[in-house]
């Protein structure tokens, strides 16, 4: 099967210690790279590849007269760390309110 040996060879440009080729490339020859970590929106902290517990949220962009979406949207990545702590809704809040997607935040939260 075709695919299957394009994974082998996929799978095996990585683990093999004596191979001198650092990029993985596809069956067109394009190089492809085999993970490129996100970062934290808030903390600005790599998001690892085992840090099952991030999320990334899409904020929609509203229309001020109408109330619809307006099809664009606003991509948070946030980390386990931010999560743990309790502090995502917050932090959330800070970042769509820095954006101006939202209005400002309330006395408590400042």
Not at 4 to 11: G, I, K, N, P, R
Not at 48 to 53: E, L, N, Y
Not at 95 to 109: F, I, P, R, V, Y
């Amino acid at each position: 099967c075709a695919v299957t040996s394009s994974l082998f060879a996929a799978w095996s440009l990585i683990t093999d210690p004596f191979n001198d080729q650092k990029n993985m490339q596809n069956d067109s020859g394009e190089v492809m790279d085999v993970y490129i970590p996100r970062k934290c929106t808030y903390t600005n902290r790599i998001i690892g590849a085992r840090d099952f517990s991030s999320v990334q949220i899409s904020v929609a962009e509203v229309d001020e007269k109408t109330g619809r979406a307006t099809g664009e949207t606003k991509k948070y990545a946030l980390s386990g760390f931010v999560r743990s702590m309790g502090e995502s809704d917050d932090a959330l809040n800070r970042l769509c309110t820095k954006d101006g997607m939202c209005s400002g935040l309330s006395e408590a939260q400042q």
